[in-house]
C-alpha cells in the first residue's frame, strides 16, 4: 500500500486529453490520486483502494470529475463595474463610461480588490487559471498569488498615459520588472498584454513583440473585434488589422487573438500558417454586438480556440460554465450546422485549448499523470441534470455553476464544499460595497 497525499475517488473521471470523444473520454467509478500537488495516477476505484492510502480521501460518489476551466482572457479588476454601464455598443461603452471611470478610480488598491472579488467568482464557477489583461499587473499578481489560483498576468502595453504608466517605456519597463519578479513562481506566468491595435503603435509593437520572443512568453491582444476597428485600420493604415500584426511580425504561436469577430476567407489561412490561438468571449460580444467569431471554421482550420469571459464589467459575469455553454449553442446557429462544437468540443476549448494558447498545457489542462491537480467536482445528482446518459453533454447542456462543489489548484482545495478556503467572502462584500460608493460617488 502506498501512501500518498490525497485521493479524490469520482462517480466519474473526464480526462480531456484525447483530441475527439471515444469510449475511454469518460472514466466511470475511478480515483485521482495526488502527491505533492501533482496527478500521480488514475484509476479504477477498486484497483485504488487496494493500491493506495491517502493522508486525506475525498468521495465524490454523485459527481463528475474534470480539469479546470481556464479563463484564457478576462479584465479581473473592472468585476467592481460590474452593470455599471450596460446596453451600450463597445465605443460608446469604452469612451463615455468604461474609460472616464478609469480615469477616477483605478489605483493600486482598486486592482487588488476589485480582482480579488472576481477571483472569488471564478474559483465558485470552476475557473483554476486566469488570463488577467489590465493596470496595475503588481496588484492582480498579488491577489492571485495570496488566493492559490493559477493566473497568466497581462504586462499591459498601451499608448495613452494612466496611473500605472505615462507612456509605452514605462509600461514596458514595468512590465520587465513584474516579468522577473514571477519568472520562478509555481502558479504566476506573465504575458505582455498590448491592449489593441487601434491603441498600441507600431514602434511600441514592435519592441514588446521582441522582448515576449526574448523571454518566451505570450502576447495577448484584442483583435478584429468590431467592424469599427476594421474601418479604423484601413483608414489609418491601408491594412485589416491582421494584416498590420503579419507586417510586424506578431503573429505567431505565442500569439493569444481574442475575440476575432470579423474575419475574411483569407484570414483563416493565414491564422493557420502562423498557429495563431484564438481567445473567444460569446457572451461579452453578444451583449456589445460585436459580431460572431466563427469558431467551428477555425476549428476546422486546425487553428486553436479557447475560451474567456472577457471582463465582468460587458459580460456580465466570470463563469465560464456559462460561456462554453454559450460557446456549444452560438457555434450550430452561426454555423447552421447542430453538430458544430459538440459538447467534448466545448469542454476542451475551455480548458486544454487555453493551456496550450498560454504555454501551459504540459503542466495543466488535462487530468494526466505529471500534470498539476488543477481539478473541480460538479455534483450531477440534481433534479436540473438528472437522469445521466451522457456525462460529458451534461455538464455542458444542463448544469450551473452553483454545481461545482470543490476545487483544487496544485491540489490545494480551493473551494470546499461550495466555501471559499483562502478568500475571506465577507471581506470581499464590504470591499465591494465600498467601491460601488467611491465609482457613484
Known sequence: ???????????????????????????????????????????????????????????????????????????????????????????????????????????????????????????????????????????????????????????????????WAKDGAEYLHKGLELYEQYRHHPLITTAFAPHAPYTVSDDNLIKLNALAEELDIPVHIHLHETTDEIQQSLSNTALRPIKRLQQLGLLSPSLLAVHMTQLQEDEFEVLQRYGVNVVHCPQSNMKLASGFCPVSRLLENNINTALGTDGAASNNDLDMLGELQSAALLAKAVSGNAASVPAYSALRIATINGAKALGIDRITGSLVKGKAADIIAIDLDTIETQPVYHPVSQVVYSASREQISDVWVHGKHLLKERKLMTIDEGKVMQQTREWKESVEG
Open 1 to 163: 500500500m502506498l501512501n500518498v497525499e490525497q485521493i479524490i475517488y469520482g462517480r466519474w473521471v473526464i480526462p480531456l486529453e484525447a483530441e475527439t470523444e471515444s469510449d475511454k473520454s469518460v472514466l466511470e467509478h475511478y480515483a485521482v490520486v495526488i502527491d505533492n500537488g501533482i496527478i500521480v495516477d488514475i484509476l479504477s476505484a477498486d484497483t485504488c483502494r487496494k493500491k493506495y492510502q491517502g493522508t486525506i480521501e475525498h468521495h465524490l460518489d454523485k459527481h463528475a470529475l474534470l480539469p479546470g476551466f481556464i479563463n484564457t482572457h478576462t479584465h479581473a479588476a473592472m468585476s467592481l463595474m460590474r452593470g455599471m454601464a450596460d446596453d451600450l455598443p463597445l465605443m460608446d461603452w469604452l469612451n463615455n463610461y468604461i474609460w472616464p471611470t478609469e480615469s477616477k478610480c483605478v489605483n493600486y488598491k482598486f486592482v487588488k480588490q476589485g480582482t480579488e472579488l472576481a477571483i472569488a467568482e471564478m474559483l465558485r464557477s470552476g475557473t483554476t487559471t486566469f488570463n488577467d489583461m489590465y493596470f496595475f499587473p503588481d496588484a492582480a499578481a498579488k491577489a492571485a498569488e495570496q488566493s492559490g489560483i493559477r493566473a497568466c498576468i497581462g504586462l499591459i502595453v498601451i499608448d495613452f498615459p494612466s496611473a
